[in-house]
């Protein structure tokens, strides 16, 4: 069987499993580059030593935690492969991830914070990043969140996250205020919550990203400022209001509890505390 046509049966097993669409674009691009690299061989001919070769020569500009992926991607294609009965043996069973150092992730002050809402001027952009900032969302979850979502009387909204997964997150009253206020401005009929502002249509991730860096651009704050950061910074802010972290995994939608402890490096201020009550 060719690796290509092993590839097509790989992801569309995926597909059946739930997996997003962006996962599985990335499991595309992945796959055109092993098949470029190796050729459209035969799976059984796919020894180890040429999948280290492919991965030692594309990974020389790739950084640790992209060559990561490859080779979770790799070794999730041939698991598959071999528990199919397609090969006898998995080449990729021994191949390891590099090793790779924790990043703290980067969050925005609540000066900082101040600053960009300051720098919201439409009801639109007043909106979007009080509800990227009060619910934590990711941006591919507020993209695809459509208006009936939205639960009014419990301040609520289901979105669906990683895996197709459905949560309910929690916004405050200044977001209800300003996401009403732009409701009330549209006269379109689309059904997400946030569109275009010309032939108002759902917003696409990219537009979604360029809003904030307008925002952040009239902020005047000197860092690049990205969405993702509103959500490390609304976990920060939990943390350092005295939340669980329990509860902070499931309002983020973690499905791992270490992939949420890596906040409790962030929080300075719990941390200087607990060194000024303990020492």
Not at 89 to 110: D, H, M, Q, W, Y
Not at 256 to 262: G, M, Q
Request: proline letters at 3%; aromatic letters at 10%.
């Amino acid at each position: 069987m060719l690796l290509s046509e092993v590839a097509k049966s790989y992801e569309a097993d995926k597909r059946i499993e739930g997996y997003s669409l962006s996962t599985l674009n990335a499991y595309q691009l992945q796959t055109k580059l092993l098949v470029k690299y190796l050729g459209d061989i035969n799976v059984k001919d796919i020894t180890t030593e040429l999948l280290k070769q492919y991965l030692s020569d594309s990974g020389k500009d790739l950084k640790p935690s992209s060559l990561s992926h490859r080779i979770r991607f790799i070794r999730s294609l041939f698991r598959w492969t071999h528990e199919t009965g397609i090969i006898n043996s998995n080449p990729a069973s021994k191949i390891k991830e590099p090793k790779v150092g924790k990043r703290i992730p980067k969050f925005l002050t609540e000066k900082e914070i101040e600053h960009l809402r300051d720098a919201c001027l439409s009801p639109m952009e007043k909106a979007l990043f009080e509800f990227m900032f009060s619910t934590g969302c990711r941006i591919g979850e507020i993209v695809s969140l459509d208006r009936n979502a939205i639960n009014w009387g419990s301040y609520s909204a289901i979105v669906r996250g990683k895996g197709d997964k459905e949560r309910e997150v929690y916004f405050n009253t200044r977001c209800d205020i300003w996401l009403n206020n732009y409701l009330n401005t549209r006269s379109d009929n689309d059904p997400a919550i946030f569109v275009t502002e010309r032939s108002p249509h759902r917003m696409s991730i990219a537009q979604m990203r360029y809003i904030i860096k307008r925002i952040s651009e009239r902020a005047g704050i000197n860092k690049t400022i990205y969405p993702h950061q509103l959500r490390h910074s609304y976990a920060t802010h939990l943390l350092n209001n005295g939340a669980p972290i329990d509860v902070i995994q499931s309002l983020l939608g973690h499905e791992k509890s270490e992939t949420t402890r890596i906040y409790a490096q962030l929080s300075g201020e719990l941390r200087k505390a607990f060194y000024k009550k303990y020492f």
